[in-house]
T-cell receptor, first 116, second 112 residues
Framework: AQSVTQLGSHVSVSEGALVLLRCNYS??????LFWYVQYPNQGLQLLLK??????LVKGINGFEAEFKKSETSFHLTKPSAHMSDAAEYFCAVSAHSGGSNYKLTFGKGTLLTVNP | DAGITQSPRHKVTETGTPVTLRCHQTENHRYMYWYRQDPGHGLRLIHY???????DKGEVSDGYSVSRSKTEDFLLTLESATSSQTSVYFC???????????FGPGTRLTVL
């Protein structure tokens, strides 16, 4: 069984400030991890993913995330927030072995607000 | 962008009526999924398909059925809509690589 916890349903930052969105996961097998972004009235767009190999992964729009196995975390960061980053962000986990390796489990989402 | 369309994009219906939502893909991907999105719940899997005529239940499947007669189409049916099924419904597709999923634009369903 897998689960995802996103700490903070709403995060507010100033433009130019660091963005940190937290994600912790639970998985009985080595996970694949994803961050998705959803802009208002749109579908979800893949931001970045961790599968195997390098634990620091870079995504689109200047975002990156680091897989920390010891902490079961996959936090999303961006050094300097832009107004266009305002959106809802979802962390998701998928197992890459076993019978359910084709399903994602999503966190409940974090709404990012960027203040001018 | 992945070639995924959903129809209709918006629908208002009355309690007790049947509703069918359609997801169409042009990517020839094997896996297709239906999710619902509700405030405070994130995305929850309703049903998924791992091939033509091969489907299985997700975590919130009660009141929903699906069918996949062609690789490109995945239908979600609410046999008798209830107000609790008011939601935004997303279709997603996935190939064989790392379970990465691509999402459609969504269907906003209101059941009065």
């Amino acid at each position: 069984a897998q689960s995802v916890t996103q700490l903070g349903s709403h995060v507010s930052v100033s433009e130019g400030a660091l963005v940190l969105l937290r994600c912790n996961y639970s998985s009985s097998v080595p996970p694949y991890l994803f961050w998705y972004v959803q802009y208002p009235n749109q579908g979800l767009q893949l931001l970045l993913k961790y599968t195997t190999g390098a634990t620091l992964v870079k995504g689109i729009n200047g975002f990156e995330a680091e897989f920390k196995k010891s902490e079961t975390s996959f936090h999303l960061t961006k050094p300097s927030a832009h107004m266009s980053d305002a959106a809802e962000y979802f962390c998701a986990v998928s197992a890459h072995s076993g019978g359910s390796n084709y399903k994602l489990t999503f966190g409940k989402g974090t709404l990012l607000t960027v203040n001018p | 962008d992945a070639g995924i369309t959903q129809s209709p994009r918006h629908k208002v219906t009355e309690t007790g009526t049947p509703v069918t939502l359609r997801c169409h893909q042009t990517e020839n991907h094997r896996y297709m999924y239906w999710y619902r999105q509700d405030p405070g719940h994130g995305l929850r899997l309703i049903h998924y398909s791992y091939g033509v005529k091969d489907t299985d239940k997700g975590e919130v499947s009660d009141g929903y059925s699906v069918s996949r007669s062609k690789t490109e189409d995945f239908l979600l049916t609410l046999e008798s809509a209830t107000s609790s099924q008011t939601s935004v419904y997303f279709c997603a597709i996935s190939g064989e690589s790392y379970n990465e999923q691509f999402f459609g634009p969504g269907t906003r369903l209101t059941v009065l």
